[in-house]
Nanobody, 124 residues
Framework: VQLVESGGGLVQAGGSLRLSCVVS??????????YGWFRQAPGKEREGVSC????????YYEDSVKGRFTISSDNAKNTVYLQMDSLKPEDTAVYYC????????????????WGQGTQVTVSS
């Protein structure tokens, strides 16, 4: 399973970015899986940010991003998005998308396939 993230960059505090994760594997049933967004800042452990289950349409968000981040999917494009608004300097991290679980979890141990990550830097 190949996951490719894009959309990261440098933005000022209060700004917005939209991350994309394209899942491209022949025969992979996009609709059967859940997708998570994780982030890892320098010197910190990887943490779950948000997840969505295509199967039951459930969504979850880490407390610090609730009301600011929105996860969505475009099943026709095999793509998962993370819209990030009102960005803060503490959101600075490498953001990863992951899959391999049918259900939505914010714990990385539940996912088996990972993208290479995209850097998000928020300046104050």
């Amino acid at each position: 399973v190949q996951l490719v993230e894009s959309g990261g960059g440098l933005v000022q505090a209060g700004g917005s970015l939209r991350l994309s994760c394209v899942v491209s594997v022949p025969g992979f049933e996009f609709d059967d899986y859940a997708y998570g967004w994780f982030r890892q800042a320098p010197g910190k452990e990887r943490e779950g940010v948000s997840c969505i289950s295509i199967a039951d349409r459930s969504e979850y968000y880490e407390d610090s991003v609730k009301g600011r981040f929105t996860i969505s999917s475009d099943n026709a494009k095999n793509t998962v998005y993370l819209q990030m608004d009102s960005l803060k300097p503490e959101d600075t991290a490498v953001y990863y998308c992951a899959t391999g679980s049918r259900w939505c979890y914010l714990q990385s141990k539940n996912y088996h396939y990972w993208g290479q990550g995209t850097q998000v830097t928020v300046s104050s």
